[in-house]
């Protein structure tokens, strides 16, 4: 990803399901007027999940997924379908696709069990009659008044071939996009235009060479927006930089390693918080991690945690995640804790064999995937927090944060 490049993570993700062979790789080409997906009549071309970051008109930065064929079969079919539901924790807007063949199978069997899902996930649905060109006005008013009563979707005829439609699907997909989708500000709740903040960027081995990390490129970004003025250092000038200044800052945003370090040395009349723990309100549920950071207090000898992270960084000595939180952990607790590491999408379904979750600040991930962990969690009764938030209870200072 480059500088002028809009992260995934920030894109609003729409995904493309349906049976296989029924138009949905040709569908993205239309969308995006280019050849961007692989096309053939051969059902089952579509393997793995296509994740493509692209510019729609009126849409703005998305990133479409071409899923595979929900009705896919075999072994290796069960492995496709389990990606394509993968995807789905992801979606934001999904597009299902019919077309004549499920008209004259009478069957929707499979449609009706994807549908369910989405909306289970609280996905918004727009329905599309594909390959219009190749079925006469009756069989399409047909298939529409089937999705209506079947599934409650007014469905649009489309044709991914001749582009027919294609302008008034994108029209539905503008009309479909969430309410909230990135209109949540990182800071806006802690700052006013005007006032001072102050980043401390410790640059350790985990940070690519000449690069800021995403978390520290967004703040910067929405603190900019947010019209604040914004001085940046690493933790051995953050003295240096109190002393120049003529009064204190407003708020002072850590990394979360440094949490007990800045906290000792802040000015009382300074809110401090963490990039993590930004991250955690602005991708997730900071509530439901501040609630979560409790049951540390809870671990015992044989206690089992998992730890997840959002990337697929190739650990490090000193790595947060594998070595920063477990060596706080045991100390904290002074258990013999068991502790899994899960990276990217390696999330798993079953999570019930743990008494915590621990989660990245999630920058890698868009907000809707990041919800559904928290919901799967939820679900399971077991108890979630993140990075920024469990290192500041395991500091002392989560009551003396800013969130």
Not at 199 to 221: E, F, K, N, S
Request: with cysteine; hydrophobic share 45%.
């Amino acid at each position: 990803m480059s500088l002028q490049e809009t992260p995934t993570a920030n894109r609003l993700h729409i995904a493309i399901f349906g049976r296989r062979n029924t138009g949905k790789s040709s569908l993205i080409n239309a969308i995006t007027n280019q050849p961007i997906a692989l096309v053939s009549d051969i059902a089952g071309t579509t393997t793995d999940p296509v994740y493509k970051n692209m510019e729609v008109n009126g849409l703005g930065a998305c990133t479409l997924i071409d899923t595979a064929g929900f009705d896919d079969s075999g072994e290796l079919g069960l492995l496709r379908i389990g990606k394509t539901k993968e995807a789905l924790q992801k979606t934001d807007i999904a597009i299902v696709l019919f077309d004549d063949a499920a008209l004259q199978a009478q069957d929707f069997t499979y449609e009706k069990e994807w549908v369910a899902q989405i909306k289970n996930h609280q996905v918004p649905i727009v329905a599309v009659v594909n390959k219009s060109d190749q079925m006469t006005d009756e069989q399409i008013e047909a298939l529409r008044q089937i999705i209506k009563k079947e599934f409650d979707l007014d469905a649009l005829s489309v044709s991914a071939q001749t582009s027919q439609g294609i302008d008034a699907l994108i029209a539905a997909l503008i009309r479909s996009c969430p309410e909230d989708f990135e209109a949540k500000s990182i800071t806006a709740h802690l700052i006013s235009a005007g006032d001072m903040v102050l980043l401390v960027m410790p640059q350790d081995i985990q940070a690519p060479r000449g690069r800021l990390i995403l978390p520290q490129v967004q703040t910067i970004r929405d603190l900019l927006d947010n019209k604040c003025l914004v001085l940046s250092v690493t933790t051995d000038r953050l003295q240096q930089a109190l002393d120049s200044l003529k009064e204190p800052p407003k708020l002072i945003i850590t990394d979360s390693q440094v949490f007990a370090k800045v906290y000792a040395m802040k000015p009382l009349q300074s809110m401090l918080t963490s990039f993590s723990a930004l991250f955690a309100g602005h991708k997730g549920d900071i509530k439901e991690f501040v609630q979560g950071a409790q049951a540390i207090d809870t671990l015992r000898d044989g206690t089992r945690i998992l730890i997840a992270e959002a990337c697929t960084h190739k650990p490090l000595d000193g790595d947060i995640g594998r070595q920063q939180i477990p060596a706080l952990l045991r100390k904290y607790t002074g258990a013999e804790l068991a502790i899994d590491v899960v990276p990217g999408n390696a999330f798993p379904a079953d999570l019930s064999p743990y008494a915590l979750v621990i989660h990245c600040g999630a920058c890698m991930f868009n907000r809707k995937y990041m919800t559904n962990r928290i919901a799967a969690a939820k679900a399971q009764a077991v108890p979630i927090t993140n990075y920024g938030i469990a290192l500041a209870k395991m500091n002392g200072i989560l009551e003396h944060i800013t969130y």
